[in-house]
């Protein structure tokens, strides 16, 4: 579990998906768009109504929380 602080100050709790999940997200063909990163968040739990009033920076840092406590972050892996 990781915990990232939003720029609104608060602070939010960050679990990796499921398998079923990530293999889901695989099975969907890629695209340019931000659909993927929604659908990565709707997954790990944080529904519309949470990320509509986030700025976008926000939202992009929840994805990167979610990826890398999913797979594991470069520092992780070197230790």
């Excluded at 099975?27 to 990163?37: G, H, L, N, R, Y």
């Amino acid at each position: 579990m990781r915990e990232i602080t939003l720029s609104t100050g608060a602070k939010v709790k960050v679990l990796p998906l499921k398998c079923k999940d990530v293999r889901e997200l695989a099975a969907i063909p890629k695209s340019e768009d931000f659909a993927q990163v929604f659908g990565t968040l709707e997954r790990a739990g944080f529904g519309y109504d949470f990320l509509d009033p986030l700025p976008f920076p926000d939202v992009l840092a929840l994805d990167r929380a979610v990826v890398a406590e999913t797979f594991g972050s470069e520092e992780e892996e070197k230790n």
